[in-house]
């Protein structure tokens, strides 16, 4: 009995040892297909963030390039624009309305204007006790820059004038408003162009600490450079001038190389011919 229960004792202890290695195999297994799944699964991941990445920055160039299209055509549509504020909202009709931004115009401009100088005339914004202010699109933009010019003669009326802004470029011009502050108490001239700040800084200060650098007069000169350069003068100069072109031309009686080398070869030939007559008879 002892026997056949130590053989079933080892029976059992080799099937344990199959079954920890068969579930060693199936846990290494598992490991290997998990990390494979997992890098798959990364990878598809992967594939699929790039393509979204980079359908994202397409859109956003897309919207990007919108914007700045749209910016400039607003601006472009804006561009022959002109708001007037306190205007008194009692036109019955838009024809009304038109006669009195005309009115308006020649009365206290020094511009004189009809209804062919005026494209759209609307009020804007909503409708409340106080009159609404009336933008002006003009036919032209000589026009539009000519009031601009001669807004100042309305300093003394209870009208007043302003360009045409979109409302992020107003939101914007809000916001530079302190900037301006700030550089101008530190002595700059600053002023808003559109959308952006102008800085231009207080020459008149760099002026004053800046020293001019005067150039060397004669008088000023060191003597050595002065004795150094010999004194020509117009008589001497003309002079030397003569003689050096008198060298280099030639006497009329001395005859040219040239000529000289021919007439001396002929001579030779004229000798040689009459040297052989002489010798054949």
């Known amino acids: ?25 199936i846990n290494k297994t598992a490991e290997e ?10 990878k598809i991941f992967e594939e699929k963030i790039l393509i979204l990445e980079e359908k994202h920055e397409n859109i956003k160039t897309r919207v990007e390039n919108q914007e700045s299209r749209i910016y400039y055509l607003e601006k472009h549509a804006r561009q022959r624009n002109l708001v007037f504020f306190g205007l008194q909202e009692d036109e019955k009709s838009y024809h009304s309305m038109e006669i009195n931004i005309i009115d308006l115009i020649n009365k206290h401009l020094p511009i004189k204007i009809d209804c062919t100088d005026l494209e759209v005339v609307r009020r ?18 000589g026009k539009k820059i000519g009031i601009l010019k001669n807004k100042g003669a309305l ?38 162009k559109y959308d952006k700040l102008i800085i231009l800084e207080n020459t008149a200060k760099n002026s004053k600490n800046k020293k001019r650098s005067l150039p060397n007069s004669p008088e000023n000169a ?17 002079v030397s001038a003569l003689t050096k072109q008198k060298c280099l031309s030639q006497p009329d009686n001395i005859v040219k190389p040239g000529i000289l080398n021919y007439v001396t070869i002929k001579n030779n030939n004229n000798n040689a011919i009459k040297e052989y007559s002489v010798t054949k008879d």
Do not use: C, W
Request: charged share 30%; hydrophobic share 30%; aromatic share 4%.
């Open 1 to 25: 009995m002892t026997q056949e229960m130590s053989e079933v004792m080892v029976a059992l202890h080799a099937i344990q040892k199959d079954l920890d290695e068969q579930r060693k195999l």
């Open 33 to 42: 297909l998990t990390e494979k799944v997992t890098e798959n699964i990364n």
């Open 124 to 141: 804007i914004g909503k409708k409340t006790e106080k009159p609404r202010p009336v933008a002006v699109t003009f036919a032209t933009l």
């Open 155 to 192: 300093k003394e009326t209870p009208y007043y004038v302003k360009e045409d802004y979109p409302p992020s470029v107003l939101q914007r011009r809000k916001e530079l408003q302190e900037q301006v502050k700030v550089e101008r108490e530190k002595g700059n001239k600053a002023i808003i």
């Open 222 to 238: 060191p003597n050595n450079f002065s004795q150094n350069i010999p004194h020509v003068s117009k008589k001497n100069k003309t």
